[in-house]
């Protein structure tokens, strides 16, 4: 399984973004997938989840910024990211789950003025 980012970049507050992750050689319908994020110095965490039936979960620094969604007609997982705030800035991941665990190299994501 090989997970591939992309989308990241450079916003000013109050921009936008839109991650995408391409999922190769996987049952990417049958997976639970995530999107983590670690700032500079900081552990990695997750950012939000959305299940096999589409069945989303957000952390609440991003509730009602950032939308999860999935294409497995394509084998890829979208974060929309509206609203940008600098505390947004970090390495954000892809996680694909299941029949263990995959991760992608990240995307730097940098939301400054």
């Known amino acids: 399984v090989r997970l591939v980012e992309s989308g990241g970049g450079s916003v000013q507050p109050g921009g936008s973004l839109r991650l995408s992750c391409v999922v190769f050689?996987?049952?990417?319908?049958?997976?639970?997938m995530s999107w983590y994020r670690q700032p500079p110095g900081e552990e990695r965490k997750v950012v939000a989840q959305i299940d096999r039936n589409s069945f989303t979960l957000y952390a609440d620094s991003v509730e009602d910024r950032f939308t999860i969604s999935r294409n497995n007609a394509q084998n890829t997982l979208y974060l929309q990211m509206n609203n940008l705030k600098p505390e947004d800035t970090a390495i954000y991941y892809c996680?694909?789950?299941?029949?263990?665990?995959?991760w992608g190299q990240g995307t730097q994501v940098t939301v400054s003025s």
């Open positions: 996680r694909y789950g299941y029949n263990g665990e995959f």
């Open positions: 050689g996987s049952n990417f319908s049958l997976a639970e």
